[in-house]
């Protein structure tokens, strides 16, 4: 991807290249982007094709391989096919980097490149790479995203430090190692993707594994605008320095997540029939991972999904739709876009003009845009089960399970998967490339390039509600 990092001189074009009718220059920024993981997912389509990926040495079906290199490179997790099993050391190592390029974004390490290598990025790449990670500014993000590698590293090796110390105890060291690091990357990135047949059930009673994962995750899922503004906070206490009130968006982020955290785990852990042999506390930390885990689409599971209560999976479907924060390695419409559609429900039930949060006024371009994500995300899903309802013998709550797991690429499921059609499989494949790239971006895409209106029509008397 050479046009990512340099633009060639129109000096040096040639001609043939300069009218040829898919050229990249013709490409929006948001096309190119759309591309850019497009080819990504082709790249490691063929790589789980290999023999050499294979446990058994033999190519994986390309239905299957696009599959799972979709839910690789959007950090879901669902796969008709068992990693621990079905995929080679070789195979193993390669969704291991699928699902970390598509935590951090692949225009993320192509940044970093660009500044480690000392090549000079254009104004194109990085109005490209502000795309890929909605919010960082066009133009002033190589330090940005240096931070976004240096945070992933850090999290990332903590977390695989401790697991590897628990492992330690019983696997061998390389294996230990290995464990961790794949759990520690997959917790981090929200993938959820696991080197154990049954997730993390094994480990449901085991606090520290809920304890490692559940943080990992959310370090993860909270953003890295919030993980970096933290950072400068500590920087400014340890130099001594004044530090900033958190920003409107670190603040709101924080608490919506707080509150869809905890909600859902006193709601799980009554709406459940647990085990008359575990304890209450026990109860409760099965019930907080599993909240955690939807909500910050990770997709780990210490509890078989599919026999909880259908309360439950109601409650885990919100937390899968509501997902993560802006800027982060989760999915779903995001936290804040929940929080800003109801503080504007609230301000119209008052009657009030404006939406306010914390004494800062909210554009009324971002409540659009809440709105829009809302409703595209619900046409989404809406059109994905009216299709596989037709095309797959599976019941509609698991289907309506899986489709709102792929949109907001958390990887839970009801062990349906891999009873899917080729045309379920691919259908909830370009379900979780629309829920990783946004619904908004591939309206952009499809749309081509956007023509700014010079004039405006009269106001039209409609009645609604």
Known sequence: MEWLITEKHPALASREEKETFFSLKRLSTVQKLVLGYLLTILVFTGLF???L?????????????LFVATSGISTTGLTPVDISRDYSLF????LLIDFQVGGIGYMAIVVWLAVFLKRR?????????????????????????????????FFEFVAGIILTGFWARQFPLPKAIYFGIFHSVSAFCTAGFSLFSDSLASYQSNILINAVISITSLFGAIGFFVLSEFVYRIGDRIKKRKAKRLSVHTRLAIFVTLVIIFSATAIIYFSETWPADRGSFQNLTSS???AVSASTTDGFNTINIGGMSVTSLIIIMMLMFIGASPGSTGGGIKTTTLGIIALSTRSQLRSQEQVNLFKRHV???????????????????IIDVLILTRTEKIPFLSLFFETVSALGNTGLSMGVTSSLSWIGKLLLSITMFIGRVGPITIGLALAGERRAAHFQ???GEIFAG
């Open 91 to 94: 195979g193993q190592i390669v």
């Open 121 to 153: 990025l254009s104004i194109k790449s990085h109005l490209l790479a502000a795309e890929s990670l909605a919010g960082a500014q066009p133009g002033n993000n190589s330090h940005f995203f240096r931070s976004v590698i240096v945070l992933t590293i």
């Open 49 to 51: 094709m290999l023999p």
């Open 288 to 290: 907080m991972f599993q």
């Open 53 to 65: 990926s294979s446990a058994a040495h033999r190519s994986q079906p390309f239905i299957d391989s």
């Open 457 to 459: 029509y009269a106001d």
């Open 363 to 381: 554009p009324d371009e971002i409540i659009r845009k809440a709105y829009l994500v809302l409703a595209l995300s619900l046409s989404v899903i």
